[in-house]
Each structure stands twice: as C-alpha cells, then as structure tokens.
C-alpha cells in the first residue's frame, strides 16, 4: 500500500474508531446514569438505556469490520485486524446473545426485575447477565482503544516519499 493511501486508510480508521469510541463513553458515562438518576423507575431507565445499546452494539460491530479491513497492508496489521475482530465479536456477542437472554429474563420475571427478591433466580440471572454485557462493551472499547493507539503509531510512521532532488515535487 502507498504512504498516501496507507495515511488516507489510516485517518479513516481514527475518525470512525473515535466516533464509536466518543459514542461508547457517552452512553456508558452520562446517558446511562443521568437514566437511572432522572427517570421516575429504574425499569423505564433500563428500557430507556436498552433503546440505546443496540445501536452502539451494532454500529461497534461494523466499526470492528471497517477497522478489520483497512488494516490490510500495513505493518502492525495483525494487531489493528485482531482488535478490529475483537471489537465486532463482542459488539456481537453482547447483541445477539446476551440481549435476547435479558430480554427472555424480563418477559419470564412478569414483573420488573427490582420487584423480585434478591435472591430470585430470575433477578439473579438478570445480574449476571447484566455483568456479561457490560464486560463486552469493556471489551470492545479496549480493543477500540488498542486499535485507535496502534492505528496512530502506524500514522507517525507512514509517509509519503517526495523526491527531494525536485523542490516542487512534480511527478
């Protein structure tokens, strides 16, 4: 790959990774707790919080395939392509089986998981489920973080060669 195109792959792969990653951390630092902290019920705060994380699942799953791909032919490939796979396998992971599992929880509780007893099945299953998503979320965004940081090391390294010898630089 070029050093224009490698720079050009590169500074994709930075804007896109920063968007999902800027995305995750406001959703995780400030939609999710102002939810629990202004809603009248933790249940409408949780539906409120559900609306959102399939959105941020499945943008991040994409973000790991786009990351994955224009990794190709660069030096560091291996690393950026297996934290672009890590991103979308837990993204995935966290949408298409943890998601149905909580939701299956909800509907089987008949009643909203705070008004269970602590040591209900249901309210605990709900809680581990609940852990496992947000380690998978943890996940992609460390390995969003590795992609981002090896992504930017590879940028200071790529350059566009210009024959010196021609001052103006044309071809």
Same mark, same amino acid.
Request: aromatic share 6%; with cysteine.
């Given at each position: 790959m070029t050093g224009a195109r490698a720079a050009g792959s590169g500074l994709a792969s930075v804007v896109v990774l920063s968007l999902w990653l800027g995305a995750a951390i406001v959703v995780t630092t400030v939609v999710a707790p102002a939810a629990f902290a202004v809603l009248p019920t933790r249940a409408l705060a949780g539906a409120l919080v559900g609306r959102v994380l399939p959105v941020l699942f499945w943008s991040g799953a994409v973000v790991g395939v786009i990351i994955a791909v224009l990794a190709r032919?660069? $030096?560091? !490939? $291996?690393? $950026? $392509?297996? *934290?672009g796979l890590a991103v !979308?396998? =837990?993204?995935? =992971? *966290?949408q298409l089986v943890v998601a149905p599992r909580i939701a299956r929880v909800r509907v089987d509780a008949e009643v909203t998981i705070d008004q269970l007893a602590r040591e209900d099945p249901r309210r605990i299953a709900f809680g581990r489920l609940h852990a496992v998503s947000v380690a998978l979320l943890g996940a992609a965004a460390l390995a969003g973080v590795a992609a981002l940081f090896f992504t930017v090391r590879t940028l200071g390294t790529t350059s566009v060669r210009y024959d010196m010898s021609n001052p103006l630089h044309e071809p």
């Open positions: 032919g660069h $030096r560091a !490939t $291996r690393v $950026r $392509r297996f *934290a !979308t396998i =837990a993204c995935l =992971a *966290a």
